[in-house]
């Protein structure tokens, strides 16, 4: 299946990314990144072209494993010094266990059904669950045609993206677990365009 042309390069994908998000860019990473501790091992799941590692964990002596669909992605990672692996996450197979399971503004892929890629995610936590996710998106604009082109171009070549989260449906999803796991931290970054979750475990 075809892939939007954002994905189809490293460095149109980072330039669109940088301009959405303007000086709020880099501290969506800086938020992730200075909660693992140095030489902790990560897993980042739906890792893109590897930002987070090469940018940030690299220095600190992380032991980094990112999943992509991607191909060109996984390359220019693992070019850059990281693990990448090319994985299809809508297969429903364990993922590889890590201390720290990371995703970044992916979550909105696996809708109108997230629930058991999170369920995925913690399994494979020895400590802790990242989730960082947008709930104030270009897709839900008022303006339709923006709207429209937002949709279409962030198909990952898995297929069209027509939903994203809001605040609540976030937060609905996540909560649900707090029965089961510890909510760490739930907070919003980037300019509040994102919201972090922090969970623990499941997998413990």
């Known amino acids: 299946m075809t892939t939007s ?12 990314m940088r301009a959405l998000y303007g000086p709020a860019y880099y501290g969506r990473f ?44 996984i390359q220019r990672l693992s070019a850059r010094g990281g693990i990448g692996l090319v994985w299809n996450l809508e297969e429903n197979r364990p993922l590889p266990r890590r201390q720290y399971v990371i995703m970044q503004s992916s979550l909105y892929h696996f809708l109108p059904d997230a629930a058991p890629i999170v369920e995925r995610m913690l399994a494979a936590a020895e400590k802790q669950v990242l989730i960082a996710e947008p709930i104030r998106n270009v897709a839900d604009s008022q303006n339709g045609l923006l709207a429209f082109l937002a949709r279409k171009l962030t198909n990952p070549g898995t297929g069209d993206q027509p939903h994203r ?35 623990g475990s499941g997998s413990g």
């Open 30 to 73: 800086e938020a992730i990144a200075e909660r693992i501790p140095e030489g902790g091992s990560v897993l980042d799941v739906c890792c893109g072209p590897g930002t987070l590692f090469h940018r940030y964990l690299k220095r600190k002596n992380v032991s980094y494993t990112g999943l992509d669909i991607n191909r060109a992605f």
């Open 5 to 16: 042309l954002i994905y189809q390069n490293a460095r149109i994908y980072e330039g669109l």
């Open 165 to 199: 989260f809001n605040e609540a449906r976030l937060d609905a999803l996540l909560q649900a677990h707090r029965q089961r796991v510890e909510v760490v931290e739930a907070r919003l970054i980037a300019g509040g365009r994102e919201k972090l979750y922090v969970l």
